[in-house]
């Protein structure tokens, strides 16, 4: 990631991207952001802002503008820049649960699984109101929104259905309020991210990826250096991205190595956009959660599944959807998962790859192709493999439906897999890393 300036940086030791992040300077994105929303709202500094060497840069009160970016830029600071600047009338508590209570009135699923677990205890929107944060958090949140409604939207929904899922699970308040925060907070990382990689329009090869893996890690380190929150919070953050079958990342931690409260965000994000959905959310989420066996917590799922069915019964099954490309679409996937493990094995007999990181990280991806071609098969999608078009296209919606669904999320799980050989695929010699690009290449086409 291309860091500049001098306030909060991140970088890492060396090229692999599970080296430890070190805070040191100014991030150029993140400033940017801050210039451009002090173009609109009142951003001050809260305290005098002195460089490494005892020189005032701003004084206390100041009113932050773009004459001031340089200076700040060009000098490292004594302190984080995120530590001593606040902006007026940001991001609050009362603005979060505003939201969040929106957001239950306006999408079915979040409605219902507000009321089915809502109805006993604290409720999750008392939860998200007590779930305090300082003027750095409310700045980044400030920013968030700033950056689009649907953003700071997508923050609050996994918050409110992380405390939801918490509940379900019979945790307690504390866990709740963690899982609050973090679920909030998850995505400030990217504020400190080359923006073209976080564009949503734009489909990021393998090794670009590169860039965006690493916001969960920066997020922890923001947490961890600005705010007092229970350590809990910042390793919920770090690990909003991995699977419960070590298929995540940054860290790919698996199992227990994953907090419960780490667990719980990595759901509630993964289904909350699918909540986003128009056409039977519900019914996508469920799949998406059972689609991998392993992936999630047995526990975690059985909480989600549970209350989806009960969401479904409450609001009822919203129209299905069918596409007349779907038969072709499954047979190119069948095609493309057995090409992958065709290649894969023919790679791990080459006498080019001879060290053990090459052939572990190979190996790994074999293992992930097999797993996705096991669920290929348990989800129905085979079904395409044994009818005929015409046949196929005299199934019922309901078929067609759950077959798009299930193709859909079998293809990014390949993406998946390419992705993570293209990060650590900088580990390895070139030859190796060049051995291994056309694999990378067919897995994420």
Known sequence: ????????????????????????????????????????????????????????????????????????????LRKPLESSITVADGIDNNI????????????????SMHR?????????????????????????????????????AHSVMVSLVSVCLAKKMGLGETEQSTVALAGLLHDIGELYIEPEFLDSKRRLLPHEWRHVVVHPRIGQMLIKELENFPPAVAQAVSEHHERFDGGGYPRQLSG???SIAGQVVSVAEMISGVFMRQDRPLERAELAMKIIPGEHAHGLVSAVSSVLQLSGEEDGLQGA????????????????????????????????????????????????????????????????????????AGLNTEIHFEVAVASKEIQWRLRDIARNMALHCVALDQQEAKLLQPLIALLDE
Do not use: W
């Open 116 to 152: 089915i677990v809502g109805s006993k205890g604290v409720s999750p929107l008392d939860i998200l109101q007590q779930a305090r944060f300082g003027k750095a958090m409310s700045l980044m949140l400030t920013i968030t929104e700033r950056g689009g409604t649907s953003a700071l």
């Open 256 to 258: 227990k190595n994953i």
């Open 96 to 111: 979060i649960v505003s939201e969040a209570r929106r957001l239950a009135e306006t999408l079915a699923p979040v409605g």
């Open 1 to 76: 990631m291309a860091t500049t300036g001098n306030s909060l940086a991140f970088g890492t030791r060396k090229r692999h991207m599970t080296d430890e992040i070190s805070i040191n300077q100014v991030n150029q994105h993140y400033l940017d952001k801050v210039m451009n929303l002090a173009q609109e709202r009142d951003v001050e500094a809260t305290e005098d802002i002195f460089d490494a060497r005892g020189m005032k840069l701003v004084a206390k009160g100041s009113r932050i503008s773009s004459g001031m970016q340089e200076r700040l830029i060009v000098h490292k």
């Open 321 to 392: 959807v069918r596409s007349e490309n779907i038969f072709g679409d499954v047979q190119a996937l069948h095609a493309k998962i057995n090409g992958a493990l065709e290649l894969g094995r023919e790679l791990m007999d080459s006498p080019f790859l001879d060290s053990r990181a090459g052939k572990d990280l190979l190996l790994l991806a074999l293992q992930q192709a097999q797993a996705v071609k096991r669920a290929f098969t348990s989800t129905g999608l085979d079904i395409c493999m044994q009818e005929s078009m015409a046949d196929f």
